[in-house]
């Protein structure tokens, strides 16, 4: 599974973004796609994660109520909309994909693309 990562750019704090990945090659093995960051001199964090069918979504807690994750399955395609962008979120964002039924706990995804770098300025 190869996964590309679209759509990081420069905005406002209070603005808006709209990343999208798109994965090609055995993507009939993905039960869930998502999104980690990774600031700078900071550890990489889990953004957000979808099942294939869009169904369920899960988002990490400083992020929650201001981005929205969604999938197109038809088109191989997850987005993530990021609404009232802070200082805070910029980071270089990775999109990652998972064959995993169920996922517990921390998650590992066994598929990653490159990043796609946001930076919010004030």
């Known amino acids: 599974v190869q996964l590309q990562a679209y759509g990081g750019g420069l905005a406002q704090a209070g603005g808006s973004l709209r990343l999208s990945c798109v994965a090609s090659?055995?993507?009939?093995?993905?039960?869930?796609m998502g999104w980690f960051r990774q600031a700078p001199g900071k550890v990489r964090e889990f953004v957000a994660r979808?099942?294939?069918?869009?169904?369920?979504?899960y988002y990490a807690d400083s992020v929650e109520g201001r981005f929205t994750i969604s999938i197109n399955n038809a088109k191989n395609t997850m987005y993530l909309q990021m609404n009232s962008l802070k200082l805070d979120d910029t980071g270089v964002y990775c999109c990652?994909?998972?064959?995993?039924?169920?996922?517990?706990?921390?998650?590992?995804?066994?598929?990653w693309g490159q990043g796609t770098l946001v930076t919010v300025s004030s």
């Open positions: 990652a994909a998972d064959r995993s039924l169920i996922i517990r706990g921390r998650w590992s995804p066994d598929y």
């Open positions: 979808i099942n294939w069918s869009g169904g369920s979504t």
């Open positions: 090659g055995g993507t009939f093995s993905i039960n869930y």
